[in-house]
């Protein structure tokens, strides 16, 4: 069983950073793949970013290549979301999530968090 916490949204205005957090409890983080999803209003939940659970390989959504970085440290059970250059259209609440193995398909993943808002000022 892991249980998700994210915090670190919030308002900021476009070209801004934010750097997201997702606290994990379970013994079991160091073996899990990590994700981040958003969801923005009116929108269906999509894919941002996963990581390896060694943290040596890490896919990124096109829309937010080269301007989110994704990162673990499984000595602290967190894995992060780091976002630069941040756009309006970037607005969404930011889920982390755990999976087996690292997938940009939702359905893989087996433990989410409540989520993160986020919102970009143009």
């Known amino acids: 069983q892991v249980q998700l916490v994210e915090s670190g949204g919030g308002l900021v205005q476009a070209g801004g950073s934010l750097r997201l957090s997702c606290a994990a409890s379970?013994?079991?983080?160091?073996?899990?793949?990590m994700g981040w999803f958003r969801q923005a209003p009116g929108k269906e939940r999509e894919f941002v970013a996963t990581i390896t659970w060694s943290g040596g390989n890490k896919y990124y959504a096109d829309s937010v290549k080269g301007r989110f970085t994704i990162s673990r440290d499984n000595a602290k059970n967190t894995v992060y979301l780091q976002m630069n250059s941040l756009k309006p259209e970037d607005t969404a609440v930011y889920y982390c999530a755990a999976s087996g193995r690292a997938t940009i398909v939702e359905y893989e993943h087996n433990y989410w968090g409540q989520g993160t808002q986020v919102t970009v000022s143009s």
């Open positions: 379970g013994s079991t983080f160091g073996t899990n793949a």
